[in-house]
């Protein structure tokens, strides 16, 4: 694994605290485009997960599920090694119909943290857990609002069984397709005590639960129209049971592929 170090980034969310959710401006530091090709796979199922995974050419994905309960699934592309970009991201994705998150995902090591950026859900908004903090605090970046939130967890990792914390930042107005400056995001998360070390890499993955749907997604290309944007349900009454633990099933690629074993939620 190629070390990256810890993020050195200014301050930001200085109003924010771990007890108090508060807001800050949206600030744009110095990121770059995300110019090379995408080159990293994510493909890990369940045993009880059903889905239907294409790696298409280029950053383009696609992916249909039927989901039973206890089923679980992660998939998509991305890039490894993880820097400071703005990632950008275009398709479609249709998640009404059962539990599944669209979004940035990936993993830190020292500290030990899965995390995710939320673009889009279906019926169940991640932060709709019994052991989920939060909000910390909300933020401005990517044209829209986010909320931070975390989780412990303990259990399959990066680094086999452990302990670990994740981190989510989830936007308020529902979107796919767009540019995602992953560094803001990394800062606000620093700025309520969420800190990151070597990061592994950064995947627009779909996770998808029970229930059904499809996504086809393409990394590295911004959408072409402007994309519409819904509120996010602020509904937090209900929270997915514990999924399976099985055999991690791998996606053969020319690119480097992630089949780690996932924690189940």
Known sequence: MVSLGSILGA?????CSLATPATAA???????????PVNAVQYWVNGAGKVDFVNGPGGQWSAKWDNPPGGDFVVG??????????FNYSGTFDG????????VYGWSIDPLAEYYIIE???NHNPSDNIYAIGPLGTFQSDDGTYEIWRKPRYGDSIVGIASFTQYFS?????RVGGTINTGNHF???????????TKDSFLMVVEGQQGTGSANITVGLPPKHPVPETPTDKRR?????????????????????TSRPKPTK
């Open 26 to 36: 949206e600030t744009q530091n110095e990121t770059h485009v995300e110019t090379r």
């Open 11 to 15: 301050l930001f969310l200085s109003a």
């Open 237 to 257: 009454t209900a929270f997915p049971g514990p999924t399976s633990t099985a055999t991690t099933t791998s996606q053969h690629s020319t690119m480097t592929t």
């Open 77 to 86: 592309k991305g890039y490894r090694p993880a820097t400071d970009m703005l």
């Open 187 to 197: 800062r606000a998360w620093d700025a309520v005590g969420l800190k990151l070390g």
């Open 120 to 122: 889009s859900f279906g």
């Open 170 to 174: 989830i936007r308020t107005t529902k």
């Open 96 to 103: 009404e119909n059962g539990n599944a998150y669209l979004g």
